[in-house]
């Protein structure tokens, strides 16, 4: 496990490039783009409360539902 915040904020240079590799079928990741999704994750993850300027959220519930 790691670490976690009571407030976690996401750059925008993290969503974009989260967004950017969720677009991307999972077979074709590169490994960078699958370090950037692991990055989103732990991002996400590690908040207590409130997690502040995570855009790729809603496109996540898309491609899960």
């Given amino acids: 496990k790691g ?7 996401l750059d925008d240079d993290v969503n974009e490039s989260v967004a950017e590799a ?3 079928p ?8 699958r370090a950037e999704l692991c990055l ?3 991002a996400i993850t590690r908040h207590r409360h409130q997690l502040i300027n995570c855009k790729f959220i809603g ?3 898309e ?3």
């Fill in 3 to 9: 670490i976690t915040r009571d407030i976690v904020e």
């Fill in 22 to 24: 969720m677009a991307i």
């Fill in 26 to 33: 999972y077979e074709s990741l590169s490994d960078a783009e």
């Fill in 40 to 42: 989103g994750f732990v």
């Fill in 59 to 61: 496109d996540l519930d």
């Fill in 63 to 65: 491609i899960i539902n």
